[in-house]
């Protein structure tokens, strides 16, 4: 399973982006898909979940209401539209993904808000 982000750039508070992961490879079993972020020195976060069928989501307090995931299953691509976008956003975004046992992540996006 190959996983790679999209979407990421500079944008100024109150802004919007949507982020993009490109799903490929065997994709047959995957299920949950997560969004993770990570500033320098901190840990990675966990911001979103969504289920296969994108029924099903659940975010970080700290985004919910400003934050939504879905998924496109046809173009096996998974989104994440950023609204309401604040300094404390800014970090780098991750998609990943575990399939067959094994956990998958992109290589990360980046994500600047100016203030």
């Known amino acids: 399973v190959q996983l790679v982000e999209s979407g990421g750039g500079l944008v100024q508070a109150g802004g919007s982006l949507r982020l993009s992961c490109a799903v490929s490879?065997?994709?047959?079993?995957?299920?949950?898909m997560n969004w993770y972020r990570q500033v320098p020195g901190k840990q990675r976060e966990l911001v979103a979940t969504i289920t296969s069928g994108g029924h099903n989501t659940n975010y970080a307090d700290s985004v919910k209401d400003r934050i939504t995931s879905f998924r496109h299953n046809a173009k096996n691509t998974m989104y994440l539209q950023m609204n309401s976008l604040k300094p404390e956003d800014t970090a780098v975004y991750y998609c990943?993904?575990?399939?067959?046992?094994?956990?998958?992540w992109g290589k990360g996006t980046k994500v600047t808000v100016s203030s």
């Open positions: 990943r993904t575990v399939s067959a046992f094994r956990t998958y």
């Open positions: 490879g065997s994709t047959f079993s995957i299920n949950v």
